[in-house]
């Protein structure tokens, strides 16, 4: 009788482990499913530097003749250091919650690949609203500008708006959603762009790695 009571037992246990595995498992695919649905935007540019000038200052293209002794100095030394702070953000317009766990990123200049990454820090997004991420890209653009030299540098630095953007310039995310230990990204690389609330995914490979000639929309 005992043997048959620890069996009843077992057997409930066993039944409820599987409902609790099975409705966090749901409840991980509704993430996903919501977090497919979210929005992207770039919400701002709160910091951008290169080579020790603050993009962010120079109005209108009027670069300082200080500034252009720091970019001369720069490619003299053969570094020129990229940091670069956005703030993106994630609307999910959903009645559920969406989770976002992990987030590819790549930075593009001219169509060409100068940095790419991973976040890992865990964001959810509570229904019909919207979170902000912050993301940090750090790199050195040196090769780009070694045969155009100050001037080519120069001109690439005006070629920002004090907002921090410029049409040179594309960043690609790819979110990712984990479910029993394994990151489950969007389909393709989400293009960010200036206009709130747009969300343009790019056919392209899922893995981040060098993109020659991908043709990204711009911010």
Known sequence: MKKILLAAMLSCCLVFTSCEVLNS???QLQGIA?????????KNVSSLNIAGVNVKN?????????????????????????SMNLNIDV???TTQSASLTTMDWIMEID??????????????ISPN??????????????????????????????SFSNDGTSSKVAVKIKPSVNVGGVNIPTPNFITL?????????NSGSSNP?????SGPRNF
């Open 25 to 27: 498992i749901t409840n």
């Open 34 to 42: 919501n977090l497919a649905n979210c929005s992207y935007a770039l």
């Open 58 to 82: 120079i109005t209108n293209g009027d670069i300082s003749a200080a500034d252009v002794i720091k970019l001369g100095t720069a490619i003299l030394s053969k570094k020129v250091p990229l």
């Open 91 to 93: 609307t999910n317009p």
């Open 111 to 124: 169509g060409r690949q100068m940095a790419a990454g991973t976040t890992n820090t865990t964001y959810t």
């Open 129 to 158: 609203r919207t979170t902000q991420v912050p993301l940090s890209i750090a790199t050195d653009i040196y090769d780009l500008f070694s045969n155009g030299g100050k001037e080519a540098l120069t001109n690439f630095v005006k």
């Open 193 to 201: 762009e200036k206009q709130t609330g747009n969300n343009n995914s």
């Open 209 to 213: 790695k060098p993109i020659p000639n």
